[in-house]
């Protein structure tokens, strides 16, 4: 079973070492998402509860454990991720429900334990 901390550990060492293999492919995506999560008419906080919907809608689990991190860290409750995943399963369907099902409720409490 994979954890946040795991997921947040494996995406910084793969960023690593993209960045220094593929720094044109690292760079070009990474300066593009900065400009999206700069501070703008939406607060950080909702930022990434949209990224939370969209990581479930897509059942992208990496995405799912770093930008649900991303949300608390910003000051989202549990709640908020909790109705923010909901509407990426009302979009993406059975799969996403069952990405939620493993996955949701045990990052939610690893990121509340490591506060």
């Known amino acids: 079973m994979t954890t946040v901390a795991e997921v947040l550990k494996n995406r910084a060492v793969a960023n690593g070492r993209l960045e220094q293999e593929a720094p044109n492919l690292y760079h070009g ?9 700069k501070p703008s008419a939406l607060p950080r906080k909702y930022k990434e509860l949209m ?18 991190h991303n949300a608390v860290s910003a000051g989202a409750t549990r709640d908020e991720v909790i109705d923010a995943a909901a509407i990426g399963v009302e979009f993406g369907g059975g799969p996403s429900f069952v990405a939620v099902r493993e996955h949701l409720l045990r990052f939610l409490d690893e990121i509340a334990a490591a506060k």
């Open 29 to 37: 995506f990474y300066d593009l998402m900065k400009q999206y999560y």
């Open 51 to 68: 990224a939370v919907t969209a990581s479930v809608a897509t059942r992208c689990i990496p995405c799912l454990a770093h930008h649900m």
